[in-house]
C-alpha cells in the first residue's frame, strides 16, 4: 500500500508507545504464532485426516468428554462473561485469565501428545471448599473449561462429577462445527410469542424478543428493522452466510434473515455465528456451520475492510500508524493467498490456519488507521480479584500496556470495603472483605497505578451494600444495621431487611436516614485522607429501582415515612399518583441523594481539594429521575461533581453517541463527560470496541471509560493498544489549561503537516495563528479570549470549502472541544 510522503504519522508528532506499540517483526511473529495455535487447538475432524483427505461424518458440535464417558456440550468459546447456565471454554487467545467470578466451578487442562486430549490439572467448583472455582490463569499449552451457575441441569456438575485431576478428557470439533438451537418465534407478535409480552403494558417487548429467546426476522416481518433494544446479539444472514454481527436493532435483509439472541441465546450466537458460517433454519431449529471457507470469507471480509480504512485515513490527513497499517495489509494478503492455496489443495487444517492469521492481521491493520488523541480520559472499572502485590503490579502491567489513564478501583462493594478499616470496625461492620484480609490493596494500587503514571479513583458503591447469599445474608452493613435497611413498598411491616424486587437479591440502605449516610460518608473520608487516591467515584448514589410504583418504590422506611410526614402532613406511604403530594414525595426523594452528593462534594474540598469527585450515571435523566431519583444534572449545574461516567449500555456506535450527545446536550460546558461503554463486558468485537470509542469522542464526550478489566479479553485489549490508545494520553480534569494547550499544540501539528495535501496553505497559516494566540491567551491567565480565538478558527474552517470533509468535521469536534474546557476554566475562576 502506498504511504503519501506528506501524510502526518505519529512518529512526527510524538510518536506511539513503545512500550505498547508492538509493530515490530517480533511482534508480528508472536501474533501470527497465536492465530495459528487458536486455529490449530484442537483435531479439526480427525487425527489421523490427511492434506486432502475428506472427513468421515460432519461435525458433532463442540463437546467435551471425561474419562469416565461423560459428554457435556460446550456452549460458547472465550466469551466475555458467563451467562447463567453456560459452560464455556477459555483459549490462550482470550488472554491471561478467564477473569470469571467464584460463584461457577472451572477445570485447567493442559494439551497432551494426542491431538484432542488433555490433562486435567485442577478442578474446583462452588460446591467444594477450594480456592480457585473461578478467574483461573489460561495455560498456554491448555484450556479451561468453565460452567457458571443457574441453568437447568447445572452445568458445573459435569466438572464436580465428572473430571478428576490427573485423568485425560478429549475435547472435540471447535474449529470445523456444526451446532444447532431451537427457535423460539419467527416473526414474532404478542399472539405467537407471548412470552414477550410486557405484563405491565400489555406489550411487546422491543422486538417482541423476550428474555432468553432466539428469535427469527424475515422480510416478512413487515418492518425495516428488527426493533429490538441493546441487550442482546443479532447476525444478519444473506442467502445462508452469516455477513453481519453486531447489536440490536438490525436491518432486515430483502434476501435473508437477521437471527436475534437475548441473554445466553445472544451469547450463543455471538460465539457460534461467526462471519461468513453457514446458517440453516428448517424445523425449527438454527442449524450453524463453520467450515474451511467460513475462515476464508472472514479473512476476505477483513483484508477488504482493512483496506478501505487505510485509504480512508489516508485521503483523511489525520494521525494514523500507516506505516503500520500498510505492513500489516502486506502480511494478511501474504497470508490470505496461503489459505486460497490451502483450500485448493483440500488441506482444510492449514486453509483455516492461514485464514486465522491473515484475519488477525488485516484487524492490526484496521486498528492502526485509528486516531488516538493526545488528550482525553481512559478510564476502566476494576474489580480488583488480586490478593498480591505481584498479582496487582501485573494487571496495572496489562492495563498500562493497552492505554489506559485512569483505574476506577472498586474499593466500597457489597458492604465490604477492600482496605481494613477503622471506620467499619468503629461502627460493628466487619473490617475487610474476607479473602484481602491481612493485605492492604489499596495501597498497593495506589502506589503501583501512580508508578505507571495511572490516575487511581476508588469507586464506591454507595448506597448499595449487599447481595443476598446464604452465606452472606444481605451483607456486613445490614447485618451489623438491620434499621438502616431501604424498604421497598411491598415490604413494609415485614421484619429485617429485604431485597430489591427489581433488583434482584440487592440490599440498600435509606439515602434519606442521617446514620448510614453518616457511616459512609465516613467511609469516603478515611479513604481519601489516608490514602493518595486522585478522586473519588460514585456508583449507586440514587434510590433503587422504583418501579412499578404499587409495589418496587422505594424506600418507605420508618424514619423516611416519619420525615417525610413532619415536613409535608401525610405518610407517604399512603400517596398514589394520582395526588397532588406524589410529585412532592417524588423530589423530596430526588432531594435525598442531591444532599447527599453536596455532603461528599464539601468532605472532599475540607480534606483532599486536589482530588476529583466523578460518578457513574443513567445517561437518559428521565429514566434516572423517574426510577432512581437521581438527578445528575442538578449536581453539575450545582458544581458537585467534576466528571461524569454516563452509563451506556449499547451496543453499537449510533447507540452510545446517541446518548453522549443527550448528555453534553444537558451539561453544555459545564463539566466532563467520560461516557461509559460496555464493550468488554458485552463481548463485543474489537472493532465494535473502537468504534464505540471513536462514536462517544464524535459526540462531545471528553473520554471513554470501559466496563470492565475483569472482562476484557486480549484481542480487545490489543485493539486498544494498537488503536484508539496507541498514544499516551493526559487527563483533562487533572489541568484545564495544560490539556487545552497540549491538544492545541497537537492540532496545530496535524494541520502543519496535512498543508498541501487536506489543507491550503494560506487556511493553514491562518489556523496556525489562531490556535497560537489561544494558546497565549490561555499560558497567560485569559481562558476567555482562548474561546473567541477557537470560535474563529471554526468559522474559518467552515467557510472553507477546500478542506478535505473528514480532515475538517475532526477540526469542529476538536475547536469545539478545546472551547469547551476552556469556557470550563473561566466558570472555576
Same mark, same amino acid.
Given at each position: 500500500?502506498? +504511504?503519501?510522503?506528506?501524510?502526518?504519522?505519529?512518529?512526527? +508528532?510524538?510518536?506511539?508507545?513503545?512500550?505498547?506499540?508492538?509493530?515490530?517483526?517480533?511482534?508480528?511473529?508472536?501474533?501470527?504464532?497465536?492465530? !495459528?495455535?487458536?486455529?490449530? !487447538? &484442537?483435531?479439526?475432524?480427525?487425527?489421523?485426516?490427511?492434506?486432502?483427505?475428506? $472427513?468421515?461424518?460432519?461435525?458433532?458440535? $463442540? #463437546?467435551?468428554?471425561?474419562?469416565?464417558?461423560?459428554?457435556?456440550? +460446550?456452549?460458547?468459546?472465550?466469551?466475555?462473561?458467563?451467562?447463567?447456565? !453456560?459452560?464455556?471454554?477459555y483459549t490462550p487467545g482470550f488472554g491471561a485469565q478467564t477473569k470469571t467470578n467464584s460463584f461457577g466451578g472451572e477445570a485447567v487442562l493442559q494439551k497432551t501428545e494426542t491431538a484432542g486430549s488433555y490433562r486435567v490439572l485442577d478442578v474446583c467448583t462452588a460446591f467444594t471448599p477450594c480456592p480457585n472455582p473461578g478467574n483461573n490463569p489460561i495455560p498456554a499449552d491448555g484450556v479451561v473449561l468453565s460452567a457458571s451457575p443457574g441453568g437447568t441441569p447445572? &452445568? #458445573?456438575?459435569?466438572?464436580?462429577?465428572?473430571?478428576?485431576?490427573?485423568?485425560?478428557?478429549?475435547?472435540?470439533?471447535?474449529? !470445523?462445527?456444526?451446532?444447532?438451537? $431451537? +427457535?423460539?418465534?419467527?416473526?414474532p407478535t404478542a399472539a405467537t410469542n407471548p412470552a414477550a409480552v410486557d405484563p405491565g403494558t400489555g406489550k411487546c417487548f422491543p422486538g417482541c424478543r423476550g428474555a432468553e429467546q432466539l428469535i427469527v426476522y424475515t422480510p416478512a416481518f413487515g418492518l425495516a428493522t428488527t426493533g429490538t433494544n441493546d441487550f442482546g446479539f443479532e447476525v444478519t444472514v444473506s442467502g445462508d452466510r452469516v455477513v453481519a454481527r453486531g447489536g440490536g436493532n438490525r436491518a432486515i435483509p430483502a434476501d435473508g434473515i437477521v437471527l436475534s439472541g437475548h441473554g445466553g441465546r445472544g451469547a450463543w450466537l455471538s460465539s457460534n455465528a461467526v462471519l461468513g458460517a453457514r446458517v440453516d433454519t428448517a424445523g425449527g431449529t438454527v442449524t450453524v456451520t463453520v467450515d474451511a471457507d467460513t475462515y476464508l470469507y472472514g479473512a476476505e471480509q477483513a483484508l477488504t475492510e482493512a483496506r478501505h480504512a487505510v485509504t480512508g485515513a489516508n485521503e483523511s490527513c489525520l494521525p494514523a500508524d500507516l506505516p503500520g497499517a500498510d505492513t500489516a495489509v502486506t502480511e494478511a494478503e501474504a497470508l490470505l493467498a496461503k489459505a486460497s492455496a490451502a483450500i485448493a489443495a483440500g488441506d482444510q487444517d492449514g486453509a483455516v490456519a492461514w485464514a486465522v492469521a491473515a484475519k488477525e492481521s488485516a484487524s492490526l491493520a484496521l486498528y492502526r488507521t485509528a486516531e488516538s488523541l493526545p488528550v482525553e480520559g481512559r478510564g476502566l472499572w476494576v474489580r480488583p480479584t488480586e490478593t498480591t502485590p505481584e498479582q496487582i503490579r501485573a494487571s496495572l502491567d496489562a492495563i498500562a500496556a493497552s492505554g489506559f489513564n485512569m483505574v476506577f478501583l472498586e474499593t466500597v462493594w457489597q458492604g465490604y470495603t477492600i482496605y481494613p478499616s477503622a471506620v467499619a470496625a468503629e461502627y460493628g461492620i466487619a473490617t475487610q472483605r474476607p479473602e484481602m484480609v491481612g493485605f492492604d490493596p489499596l495501597s498497593v494500587w495506589v502506589e503501583e497505578a501512580h508508578n505507571r503514571g495511572i490516575e487511581l479513583h476508588p469507586w464506591v458503591h454507595t448506597f448499595f451494600v449487599g447481595v443476598d447469599s446464604a452465606s452472606d445474608g444481605p451483607g456486613p452493613v445490614l447485618t451489623a444495621h438491620p434499621e438502616w435497611a431501604a424498604v421497598e413498598r411491598e415490604d413494609v411491616g415485614k421484619a429485617g431487611p429485604q431485597p430489591s424486587s427489581q433488583e434482584v437479591g440487592y440490599y440498600f440502605i435509606d439515602p434519606s436516614m442521617p446514620e448510614p449516610r453518616q457511616y459512609v460518608k465516613s467511609l469516603f473520608e478515611e479513604i481519601l485522607t489516608d490514602y493518595d487516591v486522585d478522586g473519588l467515584h460514585l456508583d449507586?448514589?440514587?434510590? $433503587?429501582?422504583?418501579?412499578?410504583?404499587?409495589?418496587?418504590?422505594?424506600?418507605?422506611?420508618?424514619?423516611?415515612?416519619?420525615?417525610?410526614?413532619?415536613s409535608h402532613g401525610v405518610d407517604p406511604f399512603s400517596l398514589t399518583p394520582a395526588d397532588a403530594l406524589w410529585k412532592t414525595w417524588g423530589d423530596w426523594r430526588e432531594a435525598q441523594v442531591t444532599s447527599f452528593v453536596s455532603e461528599v462534594r464539601d468532605l472532599q474540598v475540607r480534606v483532599a481539594p486536589e482530588a476529583e469527585i466523578s460518578a457513574a450515571v443513567f445517561p437518559n435523566p428521565a429514566d434516572g429521575l423517574a426510577k432512581k431519583f437521581q438527578n445528575w444534572a442538578d449536581w453539575v449545574q450545582k458544581g458537585y461533581v467534576d466528571v461524569l461516567t454516563g452509563m451506556s449500555f449499547g451496543t453499537t456506535a449510533d447507540s452510545v453517541a446517541q446518548e453522549t450527545a443527550l448528555m453534553r446536550g444537558i451539561v453544555g460546558t459545564d463539566n466532563l463527560l467520560y461516557t461509559a461503554t460496555y464493550g468488554p463486558f458485552r463481548g463485543s468485537t474489537p472493532d465494535v470496541l473502537l468504534a464505540q470509542v471513536q462514536a462517544v469522542r464524535d459526540a462531545g464526550s471528553d473520554g471513554a471509560a470501559l466496563f470492565a478489566y475483569n472482562q476484557m479479553s486480549a484481542p480487545q485489549a490489543r485493539a486498544l493498544q494498537e488503536g484508539v490508545f496507541r498514544t499516551d494520553a493526559r487527563t483533562p480534569h487533572s489541568d484545564l489549561v495544560a490539556a487545552a494547550r497540549d491538544a492545541g499544540d497537537w492540532t496545530g501539528r496535524t494541520i502543519a503537516a496535512a498543508t498541501g495535501d487536506c489543507v491550503p496553505q494560506k487556511v493553514a497559516k491562518d489556523l496556525g495563528k489562531r490556535l497560537g494566540a489561544a494558546d497565549r491567551w490561555l499560558r497567560t491567565g485569559k481562558p476567555e479570549r482562548a474561546v473567541t480565538e477557537y470560535a474563529n478558527a471554526a468559522e474559518l474552517v467552515r467557510a472553507t470549502p477546500e478542506l478535505q470533509s473528514a480532515f475538517a468535521g475532526r477540526l469542529l469536534r476538536d475547536l469545539a472541544t478545546y472551547s469547551r474546557w476552556s469556557e470550563q476554566i473561566v466558570k472555576r475562576g
Open positions: 500500500m502506498r +504511504i503519501r510522503s506528506a501524510h502526518i504519522t505519529e512518529q512526527s +508528532i510524538g510518536g506511539p508507545r513503545s512500550a505498547r506499540h508492538g509493530a515490530g517483526t517480533g511482534a508480528r511473529a508472536a501474533a501470527l504464532a497465536m492465530a !495459528l495455535a487458536a486455529a490449530l !487447538l &484442537v483435531p479439526l475432524v480427525t487425527a489421523q485426516m490427511g492434506a486432502s483427505a475428506a $472427513p468421515a461424518a460432519p461435525p458433532a458440535g $463442540p #463437546r467435551v468428554t471425561a474419562a469416565d464417558g461423560s459428554v457435556q456440550s +460446550i456452549d460458547a468459546i472465550d466469551p466475555s462473561s458467563r451467562t447463567t447456565g !453456560l459452560f464455556a471454554l447445572d &452445568v #458445573r456438575l459435569f466438572l464436580r462429577d465428572h473430571v478428576r485431576v490427573g485423568e485425560l478428557v478429549t475435547i472435540a470439533d471447535l474449529t !470445523l462445527r456444526t451446532v444447532t438451537s $431451537p +427457535i423460539d418465534a419467527t416473526d449507586y448514589i440514587r434510590y $433503587p429501582v422504583s418501579e412499578p410504583w404499587e409495589t418496587a418504590s422505594f424506600s418507605y422506611s420508618d424514619h423516611a415515612r416519619t420525615a417525610f410526614a413532619a
